[in-house]
C-alpha cells in the first residue's frame, strides 16, 4: 500500500469547474493502475475515471465523459481530476486510488484497489 493524498475540494457555484490533485510516494505511479472514484451520499463509491497500468490508457464513466478530463504528472508522483460543468447530480466527495495490480478491464471496480486517498469534498453553493 502507498499514502495518497487529495486536494482541491471547496464549496464553488453549479456550471463552474473544479481541479482536484492526488499525490503519492515516492515513484509509485510510473506502473500500477490509477483512479478517481466519487461516492454520493448514503450510496457505495462509483468510478470516475481511471488510468490503466503504466498509464497506456485512460477511461471515463459515462456519467463524466466530455465534463472530466484526467491526467497526470509522473516526475511529481501526482494524477489531476479537471471538472467542468458541476451539477447537483454530481457527488461531493472523490478519492484517488492506486493498484499495481488491477488489470484494465477491472478498473472501475473499488475493491480491487489497495491504497486510497482520505478523500476530498467539495460543495456546489445554492
Known amino acids: 500500500q502507498v499514502q495518497l493524498a487529495e486536494s482541491g475540494g471547496g464549496l464553488v457555484q453549479p456550471g463552474a469547474s473544479r481541479s482536484l490533485s492526488c499525490t503519492g510516494p515516492?515513484?509509485?505511479?510510473?506502473?500500477?493502475?490509477l483512479a478517481w472514484f466519487r461516492q454520493p451520499p448514503g450510496k457505495e463509491r462509483e468510478y470516475v475515471a481511471g488510468?490503466?497500468?503504466?498509464?497506456?490508457?485512460?477511461y471515463y464513466a459515462d456519467a463524466v465523459k466530455g465534463r472530466f478530463t484526467i491526467s497526470k504528472d509522473i516526475d511529481k508522483n501526482t494524477v489531476f481530476q479537471k471538472k467542468n460543468s458541476l451539477n447537483p447530480d454530481d457527488p461531493d466527495v472523490y478519492y484517488c486510488?492506486?493498484?499495481?495490480?488491477?488489470?484494465?478491464?477491472?478498473?472501475?471496480?473499488?475493491?480491487?484497489?489497495?491504497?486510497w486517498g482520505p478523500g476530498t469534498q467539495g460543495t456546489l453553493s445554492s
Open positions: 486510488a492506486f493498484d499495481q495490480s488491477v488489470l484494465t478491464n477491472s478498473l472501475q471496480e473499488p475493491n480491487g484497489y489497495h491504497s
Open positions: 515516492g515513484r509509485s505511479f510510473r506502473t500500477g493502475a
Open positions: 488510468f490503466s497500468r503504466g498509464g497506456g490508457h485512460t
